[in-house]
């Protein structure tokens, strides 16, 4: 009897056991079914019980620095008619033409149908929303990209950001039908549209009219790039690459020649006398920038004659004068003078030959370094200190050496993401500690030492109206040729004013026999306009 009543006793305790069990997972289901009813009830009715009208997708928005969108800043007013006489006697007060006839046609079907109309009206059987999308503009097309007909990011920003800008919601209109699928009426439809998601996005470094200028300046390059940068934070400003295409009409671009989706701002090439100040910094900060030498228009390497520009030669030159006359002797002898290992550690320092991540998902080409035990032939070395041989850089990698020289001899990693938008929240984009090349006394040298480029040089043709400024030319030998005359690379770089400057600008051109004005003359209009727009 005892074994009895204790069977009875673990049999009832379990059982209480098992019951509260079933009971926590039946609460737990029904839980779960009413988050799933609240949370989504709206697309559930509207799914079983209403006619649907899809207006557009949603996205995120891509900023300029002072939240003016790039991205949708086409504002279009969209209208939603229902086949009812007082809303066609509304629709054709304020359609008219091809446009009213289109729509009367399609109300036959007896369906509510869309159409984009410059006003709004209060009717019955009409309702109106805003919708944003892209404009035709093609500004900064390479850097923000485009998407595809599912509405996400193909390239540029619009690729590397998809996860933040994506959006599966939709604006679209709901009527309210019958289980048969008829239109209920008197009832007025619902319009969803979720300002919200357009809200939040990407706010890049670009300013938009300083991106403008260089749109407008670009233009006078058939193949290249224009780089317009913040001289001491190295944010991008505006970056502009030739040819260029339409983000709305990709298609009609694909198979172009020169290839216009190819962003030039970042992809790497022949270098030339840009790179000299690099060496000009090795130099002085090894303390051997008192160095002269004599120009007589070529000089003899191991066996054979590697020539100057100027084949009279420039006679006696000190660092400042060679580069301002861009004597390529001068920097042959310059360089064995300081050594290999002391040039290439610049470079290295100043990132060449490696891949700048401008923003997350983006990097600029590697280019390309020399080996370093390539230069301990002085030949190569020679090619090395004046831009040429191995040596290939985008123009995006050339601000690191030109900021460094306009700010402090120190330099950010150049970047175009200022940071994202998130239900009203803002993350910083984090670019990272500043990597110093040289002195603050190297650095104001320099400055000077560029300054006479424009002034007393090469670079007469750069030199603003409106603004001190300073910089380098170059004309970059590709050893490729056109009609048998060889192609070459023109590049300019500097930055304005010339005593403290705010802007570094890099021009870059593919083929020098193929544009409007010189690069030098860009960077002059450059400077002018953006003067001019700090007046105005």
């Known amino acids: 009897m005892f074994e009895n009543a204790l069977f009875w006793k673990v049999f009832s305790r379990r059982s209480l056991i098992s019951f509260f069990i079933i009971m926590l997972m039946f609460l737990s289901c029904i839980l779960r079914v009413a988050v799933i009813a609240s949370s989504d009830y709206e697309s559930v ?3 079983q019980n209403s006619y649907k009208l899809k207006i557009s997708d949603l996205r995120g928005t891509v900023f300029d620095r002072n939240l003016v969108p790039l991205t949708n800043n086409v504002k279009r007013t ?6 009812t006489p007082r809303a066609v006697t509304g629709i054709s007060s304020i359609l008219e033409g091809e446009k009213l006839q289109d729509v009367l046609n399609r109300l036959k079907s007896g369906k509510p149908v869309l159409c984009e109309t410059d006003k709004k009206i209060e009717c019955d059987g009409i309702v109106f929303t805003d919708i944003y999308s892209n404009s035709d503009s093609s500004l900064a097309a390479h850097l923000i990209g485009y998407t595809d007909t599912d509405s996400k990011g193909v390239s540029g920003i619009e690729a590397a950001y998809n996860s933040l800008l994506y959006s599966e919601k939709q604006a679209y209109v709901s009527y309210e039908t019958s289980a048969a699928g008829d239109m209920l009426k008197g009832l007025e439809p619902t319009v969803f549209n979720d300002s919200s998601i357009r809200a939040g996005g990407v706010v890049t470094t670009l300013d938009v009219n300083i991106q403008s200028l260089a749109e407008e300046a670009a233009d006078n390059i058939e193949s290249g790039a224009v780089v317009i940068a913040d001289a001491k934070s190295c944010e991008i400003l505006a970056t502009a690459s030739r040819p260029n295409f339409s983000p709305l009409n990709v ?3 694909l198979n172009q020649k020169n290839s216009p989706l190819l ?6 090439y022949n270098v030339g006398s840009v790179f000299k100040p690099c060496v000009a910094i090795a ?3 090894n303390k051997k920038g008192s160095f002269i030498y004599r120009c007589t228009g070529s000089c003899e390497i191991i066996d054979r004659f590697f020539k100057c520009h100027k084949s009279s030669g420039h006679g006696y030159m000190n660092l400042c004068s060679g580069l301002a006359q861009s004597c390529n002797t001068f920097f ?9 290992d002391a040039v290439y550690n610049t470079a290295k320092t100043l990132k060449f030959g490696s891949s700048i991540q401008i923003c997350d998902g983006i990097s600029t080409a590697k280019g390309n370094l020399p080996q370093k035990e390539s230069l301990s032939n002085i030949a190569y070395l020679a090619n090395f200190s004046i831009g040429q041989g191995e040596l290939l850089l985008s123009p995006i990698s050339m601000l690191t050496l030109y900021c ?3 700010s402090d001899g120190a330099y950010y990693i150049p970047s175009v993401v200022k940071g994202t938008l998130e239900n009203g929240s803002f993350k910083e984009y984090d670019k990272g500690n500043r990597t110093r090349v040289m002195s603050e006394k190297t650095a104001q040298k320099l400055r000077e030492y560029l300054a006479t480029v424009l002034t007393e040089g090469t670079g007469s043709n750069a030199k603003p109206k409106t603004v001190s400024a300073a910089g380098k030319t170059a004309t970059a030998q590709t050893g490729r040729y056109e009609n048998k005359t060889e192609i070459c690379q023109s590049w300019f770089c500097g930055f304005f004013p010339a005593e403290n400057p705010e802007y570094t600008v890099i021009v870059f ?3 020098s026999s193929h544009q409007k004005l010189s690069c030098a003359q860009i960077f002059a209009s450059i400077a002018d306009n953006i003067s001019l727009l700090q007046v105005s």
């Open 45 to 47: 009715r509207v799914s």
């Open 78 to 83: 969209i209208a939603a008619v229902s086949p």
């Open 251 to 253: 298609a009609d671009f």
């Open 263 to 268: 962003n030039r701002a970042i992809n790497a």
């Open 283 to 285: 130099g002085m900060e």
């Open 332 to 340: 042959y002898k310059f360089s064995f003078h300081i050594g290999a």
């Open 404 to 406: 460094s020289i306009a």
């Open 509 to 511: 051109s593919e083929n």
